[in-house]
């Protein structure tokens, strides 16, 4: 699928399908040249009264001459407030393309044209108005809308999905028609947009993956994969035996009672200069978690195997930074391991000696993902020396607890680390809510054995807890803690990996980029606002 964007007017390129906005009177507030044949189908829609305030979208003719064969007519009746939450837009335009890629789905558009002016999708105030966002949050929700996997289906299903590609074929180029004053942002976000798009893709197909295909092995051999692509990115990946030489007692403790070996697997990419202390992320990669000898409840066990999601979106970030060429240098570690009952398996009681030296007891061997996430954050805090360092887990039940299935938490040791996330996991839809880690709940984690135990005593606050678990282990870096337990997939009828938050990591790239200063500025994509004073005001017919 080809991403393109043009200052021509969408009315006079050829096409299988133009989508119109209008507002809930029918009228498309911003072009002035609309052609007698589409403004007639929208009015004949209109007179109807099928343009309701609950209507999604309608699929018409243009009686008489004009560039497209159908017209897909959206109403939007949109309106940002000041007490609006952050991420209102984002949201409204990830809306807009899942109701396209929805109502398209049963015509024959290989060739689609949006008429794409956020001044109408979003009559906003000037301030909240960021051309490179919106095409950005735009093309990535698009793709994913249109993106659905059979790789795991049988032969005959997948045999018949091919036939009906032939009848239905899918969306091959999608243009964004704007105007000459907007089309340098759109065009950069939609470039952004691509990668960001093609980047939860990765992350999505990883965690809807089974558990017997997708093991540690797996991210091994997909790192590999992606690294062959890519000159500026090289992977090393530590299995058992070296784990082992490092001290990494509690990572091994997890994966112990396992027949599939764990793999630490970390990727660089150089794309600043050699000087440049990297950006760091770290992903849970538990392929499977059964909770070990503390073993987790039969009913909606196979949902563990999304557990490696946070692994999935370091390969997603990686996979879109290299593909956009980024300036900038990135680490990316994947902590996979199997977590597996066996006369073998690591017992509650057992005390292990981790790679920072640190002994924990392990009061629950379901309390998996910190263990693993410890001696990996030591081994890139001290191998890669990052400027920073944002970790990706779904590490506690309890996070759905507090913040249900759309938000993700942050928690870390740098309060404008934290708050920069939080803001820009808002511009775009990836919403993120921080938690303290205030040192009563560190006072929670305390062992009459080992330095630490793995789950406090006390039963409130799980995901704190985890995040002050994590927080020991950190030295004199800025860090954040992302638990993406209740955002990284869906369960239920529509059961599948998200693709969260791979969106939110990459905004954070691109505004790293924007904020350098000048003279260190490279050519490759970066976020910017657009000036008010550039746009016009809205054309109203
Ligand atoms: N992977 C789970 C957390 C999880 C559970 C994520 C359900 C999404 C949905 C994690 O390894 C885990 O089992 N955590 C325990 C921690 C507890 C033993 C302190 C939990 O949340 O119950
Ligand atoms: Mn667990
Ligand atoms: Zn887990």
């Not at 890629?101 to 002016?117: M, R």
């Not at 970390?266 to 990297?278: F, L, V």
């Not at 680490?331 to 073998?344: K, R």
């Not at 924990?360 to 890139?380: H, M, P, S």
Request: proline share 6%; glycine share 8%; hydrophobic share 40%.
């Amino acid at each position: 699928m080809k991403f393109a964007a043009t200052a021509q007017s969408p009315y006079g390129i050829k096409c299988d399908c133009l989508v119109e906005f209008v507002n809930k009177n029918g009228i498309n507030a911003i072009a002035k040249d609309t052609p007698t044949a589409v403004t007639q189908a929208i009015n004949h829609l209109r007179q109807q009264g099928d343009l309701s305030e609950s209507a999604h979208a309608r699929m018409v003719y243009p009686e008489g001459e004009a560039s497209a064969k159908r017209i897909l007519v959206v109403p939007v009746e949109f309106e940002l407030k000041a007490n609006s939450p952050a991420h209102t837009t984002g949201k409204h335009l990830s809306g807009i393309a899942s109701t396209i890629a929805k109502a398209i789905s049963d015509y024959p558009v290989k060739d689609l044209v949006i008429h794409f002016d956020d001044r109408f999708m979003h009559s906003a105030p000037l301030s909240d108005q960021d051309g490179v966002r919106d095409a950005q949050v735009f093309t990535a929700a698009l793709l994913n809308a249109v993106y659905k996997s059979d790789a795991f289906k049988g032969k005959e299903t997948q045999d018949k999905n091919k036939k009906k590609l032939k009848s239905l074929p899918g969306l091959a180029k999608v243009t964004l028609a704007t105007q000459d004053a907007e089309l340098k942002d759109v065009k950069q976000g939609l470039v952004q947009g691509e990668a960001v798009g093609l980047g939860m893709i990765t992350a999505r197909n990883l965690g809807d993956a089974p558990p017997n295909i997708c093991n540690p092995q797996y991210f091994t051999a997909e790192a590999k994969k992606l690294v062959k692509k890519h000159p500026k990115l090289t992977v090393k990946v530590l299995g058992e035996k070296e784990l082992k030489a490092l001290g990494a007692g509690a990572y091994l403790a997890v994966t112990q009672g396992s027949a599939n070996p764990p793999q630490l697997i970390t990727m660089e990419y150089k794309g600043g200069k050699a000087s440049d202390k990297p950006i760091c992320f770290v992903g849970k990669g538990l392929t499977f978690d059964s909770g070990g000898i503390s073993i987790k409840p039969g009913a909606g066990m196979d949902e563990m195997k999304y557990d490696m999601c946070g692994a999935g979106s370091v390969m997603g970030v990686m996979q879109a930074a290299a593909e956009l060429k980024l300036p900038i240098n990135i680490v990316g570690a994947i902590a996979a391991a199997e977590n597996m009952p066996a006369s073998n398996a690591t017992r509650p009681g057992d005390i292990v000696t981790t790679m920072s030296g640190q002994t924990v007891e392990i009061l629950n061997t379901d309390a998996e993902g910190r263990l693993v996430l410890c001696d990996t954050l030591t081994y890139v805090q001290d191998k890669f020396k990052p400027q920073v360092v944002i970790n990706m887990a779904t590490l506690t039940g309890a996070c759905i607890v507090a913040l249900g299935h759309h938000t993700a938490a942050v928690m870390g040791n740098t309060p404008e680390l934290t708050q920069e996330l939080q803001e820009l996991s808002l511009k775009v839809n990836d919403p993120i809510w921080e938690l303290p880690l205030w040192s009563e709940y560190t006072d929670d984690l305390k062992s009459p054995f080992a330095d630490i135990p793995n789950i406090a005593g006390g039963r409130g606050a799980g995901t704190i807890i985890a995040g002050c678990y994590l927080q020991k282990f950190i030295k004199d870096v800025p860090w954040a803690h992302l638990d993406i337990a209740g955002v990284a997939w869906n369960s239920g009828a529509a059961k599948g990996a998200t693709g969260r938050p791979v969106h939110l990591l990459m905004q954070y790239l691109f505004k790293q980029l924007d904020t350098k200063p000048a003279s260190d500025k490279a050519a490759g994509p970066a976020v910017r606002k657009r000036k008010p004073a550039a746009r016009k005001t809205t054309a109203k017919k």
